[in-house]
């Protein structure tokens, strides 16, 4: 009885990185995979320009995933790694090749926590509090 060979099929070509990304987004359901994914997304959608530096790097969402958690690492206190947004998402951008052309609003750097108050600070007495942000990588990396 013969028996059929296994024969990997070509890899897909994409016509661009938002298609590649969603396409990656959607064989994963590791939660880290769909928030970088929508981030990710989102930066192209408003710098289309970016497209095929991210569609030619040959880099995936898992793999920018493992460059964050690797630079959390470096700034562990505690046996606990945490990352604020801006840094995390600059790493990302780092990882697929792109200059960040985001508009900052954090410190940039490695942090145990985060505030919604300028340089860390704490907020103001007397102030209403931001809304938590459901995609905050502080807290879906928290434990890493």
Known sequence: ???KSKTASPPK?????IDMLRDEMATSTTRYVQVVGEFMTDYLLEHPEDQNTVLNSGKS??????????????????N???LD?????GIVLKYYGLKDKRGKRGTGTAATGTSSAPDGAPSPEGKAEEEPDPFDLDVLMGGL
């Open 85 to 89: 947004d801006e840094t995390a998402f």
């Open 1 to 3: 009885m013969a028996t």
């Open 80 to 82: 606990v790694a945490v």
């Open 13 to 17: 070509t994409f016509t661009n990185a």
């Open 61 to 78: 969402i898992k793999g920018s995933v493992e460059q964050m958690k690797t630079e959390a690492a470096k700034h562990k206190e505690f």
